[in-house]
């Protein structure tokens, strides 16, 4: 089975990479993302703290940091 193309878009709240309010490195979109995780972008400090408790509380924290998940500029 072929994989899923990641999207960019934030994977708790759904926020498009390109929509005002979203974070990016050092504050320039073309840095990227400020925050991720191995499931996909995540646009805020808000939806980071929200995706880590979930992710403490579901016991599926990844062991080791990941690189971005997606290239949003392919």
Known sequence: MLARTPKTVCIEC??????????????????????WSDQGLIC????????YRK?????????LPVDCPVDVFG
């Open 55 to 63: 992710r403490v509380a579901e016991g599926t924290m990844p062991s």
């Open 44 to 51: 805020s400090p808000t939806c980071a703290g929200d995706h």
């Open 14 to 35: 759904g926020l498009d990479y390109w929509a005002p309010g979203f974070s990016y490195d050092h504050g320039r979109s073309d840095y990227g993302p400020a925050y």
